[in-house]
C-alpha cells in the first residue's frame, strides 16, 4: 500500500510547490500586460487547468514523468515587458501566438533548430535581464513595509537553509498570515472561479516585443531544462509531442488569459525522482497527480488573486522575486560561463533588465538583438586573438521522428547514465 501511495503523495507535492511558489508571478505578469483583476484570476485558472490536462495525457500516453506547468520565467517577461500598444487583447493575441510557435517547434524540427542556435550565453543573459527587476523586489519590499516583509524574508531563509522545496511556499504562507492581521478582509472580493474571455488582436510592436522573447524564453528556459531533468534521471522525453501538446493547450488558453504552457523545469525532479518511487516504471503516476492536483488548485485562482489585491503590491512582488532567485542564479551562472562571449552577455543583460521600449517593443528584445550584434562585432574585431569558434547552443534534442517507425523522439542523454527509452 505504501508503495502505491507514494507516487500519489509526490505528485500532491508536486501541485503543491509548483503553484504555490509562482504564482504570484503569473498574477504579477497579466496585470503588468493589461489584465484586470477578474482577467488576471482567468488567467491562472486556465494555465492551471491547461498544464493539468496535459500532465494527465502525456503520462497516461508515454508512461513517463512529464511533468507540465506554466512558464513562470515567462511570466517574468510579462513584468518586465508592461503594457504593450493594444491593451490587453494585445497581449492575448501575442499568447496565442505563442502557443502557435511552439506547436510549429514541434512540428517542424527546423525552428526548433533555430532556437537552439540562439547562442547559450546570450539566451541565458536575456532570461537574467528579464529576472533581476523584479528579483530586487525583497529588498524593496524590506525598505518599504519592513514589518510584512521582514517575516517573510526570514522564514524564506531559514526554510531554504533546512527544507529548500518548502521555502517559497512557506514565504508564502507567512504572508497571507501578515496580510490577514493587517486588513479587516474583504467586504465584495468575488473568490469563486471566473472564466473571462477577451477577444484577440495583433499588433506589430505586441509580436515582435511580447510574442517572440515569450517564445524564446518559455523554450530556452522551460522545455529545454525540462528535457535535461528528465535526461539525468534516465528518461528520453518525447520532446515533439510535449512541444506540440503543450503549444496546442497555450493557443486554446490565451483567450481565457494563459499567457505559455511548457514542460516543467524546477518541479520535473519532483515527479521523475526516485523519492516519487524506486521503480521508474511508476513515475509516471506521480506526474498524472500532479495534473489532476494542479488542475483543482485552478479552481483556487480567484481567490489567490484577491489575495493579492489585499496586499501591498510590493509585498506581492517580494514574494515572486524570492521564488526567481534560483533561477536568476542559474541564468547569470550560464551567461558569463564563456569567457570570449561574456561581454556581450553583459549587455545583453543591461540593455534587457533596463525596461527600455523603442518603436514599442520592450527590452527583451532589444536586450537580444544587442548581445548578438555584440558577439558578432567582438568576434570580427579580434579573430587573431580569438579564433572562431562554434557557438554553443542549449542541449535542444533534436525533434524528428526516429527512423524504424518508433513513434517517439529521441533525446541524446545529459547524464552519464543510460537513458531509459521512450515507450
Known amino acids: 500500500m505504501a508503495g502505491r501511495l507514494q507516487p500519489v503523495l509526490a505528485g500532491v507535492v508536486t501541485a503543491l510547490v509548483g503553484f504555490a511558489s509562482s504564482f504570484t508571478v503569473v498574477l504579477a505578469g497579466l496585470r503588468a500586460v493589461g489584465a484586470d483583476p477578474?482577467?488576471?484570476a482567468s488567467g491562472l485558472l486556465a494555465l492551471c487547468v491547461a498544464s493539468g490536462c496535459c500532465a494527465v495525457w502525456l503520462g497516461l500516453r508515454h508512461r513517463l514523468p512529464l511533468a507540465i506547468a506554466w512558464s513562470t520565467p515567462g511570466a517574468a517577461l510579462l513584468v518586465a515587458t508592461g503594457p504593450v500598444p493594444g491593451g490587453w487583447p494585445a497581449a492575448v493575441g501575442a499568447f496565442l501566438l505563442t502557443g502557435l510557435l511552439i506547436v510549429a517547434a514541434g512540428l517542424v524540427p527546423a525552428l526548433g533548430r533555430a532556437v537552439a542556435?540562439?547562442?547559450?550565453?546570450?539566451?541565458?543573459?536575456?532570461?537574467a535581464g528579464v529576472l533581476l527587476p523584479l528579483c530586487t523586489a525583497p529588498v524593496r519590499a524590506l525598505v518599504e513595509v519592513p514589518r510584512l516583509a521582514g517575516p517573510v524574508v526570514l522564514v524564506w531563509v531559514l526554510l531554504h537553509r533546512f527544507a529548500r522545496r518548502w521555502a517559497v511556499p512557506g514565504a508564502l504562507a507567512v504572508?497571507?498570515?501578515?496580510?490577514?492581521?493587517?486588513?479587516?478582509?474583504?467586504?465584495r472580493l468575488d473568490v469563486t472561479p471566473v472564466v473571462a474571455?477577451?477577444?484577440p488582436a495583433w499588433t506589430l510592436p505586441a509580436v515582435v516585443g511580447l510574442a517572440l522573447p515569450l517564445f524564446l524564453v518559455t523554450m530556452?528556459?522551460?522545455?529545454?531544462?525540462?528535457?535535461?531533468?528528465?535526461?539525468g534521471y534516465g528518461y528520453r522525453a518525447p520532446l515533439g509531442s510535449a512541444l506540440r501538446v503543450t503549444g496546442l493547450a497555450t493557443a486554446l488558453g490565451a483567450p481565457v488569459g494563459g499567457?505559455?504552457?511548457?514542460?516543467?523545469?524546477?518541479t520535473a525532479a519532483l515527479a521523475a525522482g526516485p523519492d516519487a518511487h524506486p521503480d521508474p516504471d511508476r513515475r509516471w503516476i506521480a506526474s498524472v497527480t500532479a495534473g489532476v492536483g494542479l488542475a483543482l488548485l485552478g479552481l483556487g485562482a480567484g481567490a489567490a488573486t484577491a489575495l493579492v489585491l489585499l496586499s501591498p503590491p510590493v509585498l506581492v512582488e517580494a514574494v515572486a522575486g524570492l521564488a526567481l532567485l534560483g533561477a536568476l542564479a542559474g541564468a547569470v551562472t550560464a551567461a558569463v560561463a564563456r569567457p570570449e562571449a561574456r561581454e556581450a552577455a553583459v549587455?545583453?543583460?543591461?540593455?534587457?533588465?533596463?525596461?527600455v521600449s523603442l518603436l514599442g517593443v520592450g527590452g527583451a528584445f532589444w536586450g537580444l538583438v544587442a548581445g548578438c550584434l555584440m558577439l558578432l562585432l567582438f568576434r570580427r574585431r579580434r579573430p587573431a586573438?580569438?579564433?572562431?569558434?562554434?557557438?554553443?547552443?542549449?542541449?535542444?534534442?533534436?525533434?524528428e521522428e526516429p527512423a524504424g517507425g518508433a513513434g517517439r523522439e529521441a533525446v541524446p542523454p545529459l547524464s552519464a547514465r543510460p537513458a531509459r527509452p521512450a515507450r
Not at 580569438?386 to 554553443?392: D, E, G, K, M
Open 385 to 399: 586573438e580569438t579564433p572562431p569558434v562554434a557557438l554553443p547552443s542549449p542541449a535542444a534534442p533534436p525533434l
Open 197 to 199: 474571455l477577451t477577444a
Open 347 to 355: 549587455v545583453t543583460l543591461v540593455v534587457t533588465a533596463s525596461g
Open 175 to 187: 504572508a497571507v498570515v501578515a496580510i490577514a492581521l493587517t486588513t479587516s478582509g474583504p467586504a
Open 38 to 40: 477578474r482577467q488576471a
Open 117 to 127: 542556435a540562439i547562442p547559450a550565453s546570450i539566451a541565458s543573459a536575456m532570461l
Open 220 to 231: 530556452a528556459a522551460q522545455n529545454v531544462p525540462g528535457v535535461a531533468v528528465l535526461a
Open 259 to 266: 499567457h505559455a504552457v511548457n514542460l516543467a523545469a524546477i
